[in-house]
């Protein structure tokens, strides 16, 4: 799997928007790009993913350039139930495949 | 959606006895499920792939004597702690897609502490 590499931490404040970039130099053609949360004592969940240009859903944009070795997860207007570590996976998206995770994005919010 | 469900949530055992942790696909089927140890701040560590039917491939690192994997069925499988010990303090989480969809993203239990004391 492509070797991501994300900011160890960021803060931010309520209301604001958040962008998390994750760099995959080495993503191969079939890789889609994940991002998953995960709150303390909790296992991971899904948040959002792609494969290029941006996807939108209810909680979160991904926005991947053409040449896809980067993308930029976007929180809108975070509260502070959004404080959680997010971390960006690269990979095939098989189901016998494991997910392999790296250091991920500790993100802080304040009010 | 497809959850997967993780039991129990916290243990506490006494070194040198055994906890199991049960990993269920509530509504879909999982041939393969995947099982992750994580310790405090760190990220999530794959320790094994669990088959359906077969043996379990363990990461490098990872005694299969000492975690062992039993996937009996399509929507089970366990994870033993055996002989724990104190070091074995950790956060146990698995993981599982379902086979039935494309491109499905991964979903994962609830997590199991587990405390050797």
């Known amino acids: 799997l492509a070797k991501t590499t994300q900011p160890i931490s960021m803060d931010s404040y309520e209301g604001q928007e958040v962008n998390i970039t994750c760099s995959h130099n080495n993503i191969a053609t079939n890789d889609y790009i994940t991002w998953y949360q995960q709150f303390p004592s909790q296992g991971p969940r899904f948040i959002i993913q792609g494969y290029k240009t941006k996807v939108t859903n209810e909680v979160a944009s991904l926005f991947i350039p053409a040449d896809r070795k980067s993308s930029t997860l976007s929180l809108p207007r975070v509260s502070l139930s959004d404080t959680a570590v997010y971390y960006c996976?690269?990979?095939?998206?098989?189901?016998?495949?494991?997910?392999?995770f790296g250091k991920g994005t500790t993100l802080s919010v304040s009010s | 959606g497809a959850v997967v469900s993780q039991h129990p949530s916290r243990v506490i055992c006494k070194s040198g006895t055994s906890v199991k942790i049960e990993c269920r696909s509530l509504d879909f089927q999982a041939t393969t499920m995947f099982w992750y140890r994580q310790f405090p701040k760190q990220s999530l560590m794959l320790m094994a792939t669990s088959n359906e039917g077969s043996k379990a491939t363990y990461e490098q690192g990872v005694e299969k004597d000492k975690f062992l994997i039993n996937h009996a069925s399509l929507t089970l499988s366990t994870l033993t702690v055996t002989s724990a010990h104190p070091e074995d303090s950790s956060f146990y989480i698995c993981?599982?897609?379902?086979?039935?969809?494309?491109?499905?993203?991964?979903?994962f239990g609830q997590g199991t502490r587990l405390t050797v004391v």
């Open positions: 993981s599982a897609r379902d086979y039935g969809q494309l491109n499905t993203e991964a979903f």
């Open positions: 996976l690269v990979g095939a998206n098989q189901a016998g495949t494991a997910l392999i």
